[in-house]
Nanobody, 123 residues
């Protein structure tokens, strides 16, 4: 059973916005969290990460459009996505590691994953 539970995906028109949520166990409070996505036929792509001190980093493909945040009281990590494009269509995953956020942002550095939430952007 996945320790992380994502929600908030769905269909949206190009130019629209969505906010994804990831609920984590309380004991993950000090973990680094990240959001990844994977489109059919493509490798999993790291999008953004956030440290326990709220330091954030973004991939160039989403910088300026996506924002990662975390609410420690709610044990929830968010990904706000604005100005969505059809090429943002993918399954979006939340990931966590008890270590500091890796550089570069690679999936092999994360031990805990959710099952994903689908985002579909229509033109």
């Amino acid at each position: 059973q996945a320790q992380l539970v994502e929600s908030g995906g769905g269909p949206v028109q190009a130019g629209g916005s969505l906010r994804l949520s990831c609920v984590a166990p309380e004991r993950y409070e000090s973990y680094c969290f990240a959001w990844f996505r994977q489109a059919p036929g493509s490798e999993r792509e790291g999008l953004a990460n956030i440290e326990q001190d709220f330091t954030r980093k973004y991939a160039g493909s989403v910088k300026g459009r996506f924002r990662i945040s975390r609410d420690k009281a709610m044990n929830t990590i968010y990904l706000e996505m604005n100005n969505l494009k059809p090429e943002d269509t993918a399954m979006y995953y939340c990931a966590a590691t008890p270590f500091i956020c890796p550089e570069p942002l690679t999936e092999t550095a994360f031990q805990f994953w959710g099952e994903g939430t689908q985002v579909t952007v229509s033109a």
